[in-house]
């Protein structure tokens, strides 16, 4: 099945064509082969994900430069994050997923890119074990929730203020265990939770515990600090293991 998905043409089978309004959709049959395409890539995820072991996701910037501060600490993260035995799992593009991608790579445990189809901006870096090539953003998603045990956001636009709440929702709609939301940078994410309480919180939009699931850090060896403790409270264990290469 896999062989004949990917034939498909992409300019026929997008997100965007998917997602686009009734009156300019393409004929039922063509929307059965995307739900093909879309089974296809789930599949691929759990196939090549399985044997990833406990894996911290970390979102942040694209745009981040390598001269900035939050790209070495994002860079010493990843480095730490695999020295300790957990692999790291970003979106494969440039600026902060690249930074953890080449901290963590031939570090020990597996560096991991989920990229996404995008039209410009986003291409894939060099520092992966294995890289995922994703259309559709919700099949990205699934991936980074089921195969995380913690998350970790640097400063960053709409994409990483998505994942945040995406994450942050289903925390608190109980539909996944109460993994640590670890916010690096009080500069950003400060006036965020500010915010946040003094506005979300005192309206009665959030509960007032709903803040207290974000943990704000400024270095790498804090945000490692609350990895290892959310491990240890899920009783999660790591062991120095091959490259995802050979599991493969």
């Known amino acids: 099945m896999k062989r004949i998905v990917n034939k498909l043409r992409s300019e026929d089978h997008s997100e965007k064509e998917m997602l686009k309004h009734e009156q300019d959709r393409k004929p039922m049959y063509s929307e059965s082969w995307r739900v093909l395409r879309i089974q296809a890539e789930i599949v691929d995820g759990f196939e090549n994900l399985r044997d990833l072991g406990p894996a911290v996701s970390v979102f942040g ?3 981040t430069k390598p001269d900035q501060i939050e790209y070495r600490t994002a860079e010493k993260l990843g480095r ?3 020295e300790a035995g957990y692999a790291v799992i970003t979106g494969g593009g440039p600026g902060i997923m690249e930074a953890v991608n080449k901290g963590a790579y031939r570090n020990g445990s597996p ?3 989920l990229n996404i189809e995008l039209p410009f901006e986003q291409h894939p870096n ?5 890289n995922l090539e994703n259309r559709y953003f ?3 998603k699934l991936n980074f929730v ?3 045990f913690a998350f970790v956001y640097f400063p960053g636009g709409f994409g990483t203020f998505d994942e945040l709440f995406e994450v942050a929702t289903l925390v608190q709609t109980n539909k996944i265990e109460p993994f640590p939301l670890i916010l690096v940078g009080s500069h ?3 006036p965020f939770l500010d915010w946040m309480k003094q506005h979300m919180g005192r309206s009665g ?3 007032p515990t709903d803040p207290q699931h974000f943990r704000v850090v400024d270095t790498a060896e804090e945000a490692l600090k609350l990895v290892k403790q959310a491990a240890a409270k899920a009783g999660i264990k790591v062991k120095r293991r091959p490259k995802l290469g050979s599991l493969r």
Do not use: C, E, N
Not at 126 to 130: A, E, G, I, P, T
């Open 146 to 148: 089921k195969y995380s």
């Open 126 to 130: 060099v520092y992966q074990d294995l």
């Open 111 to 113: 560096s991991v890119g």
């Open 61 to 63: 910037s694209a745009r």
């Open 188 to 190: 950003f994410w400060g």
């Open 80 to 82: 730490k994050l695999s």
């Open 138 to 140: 919700f099949v990205r």
């Open 205 to 207: 939009y959030v509960d």
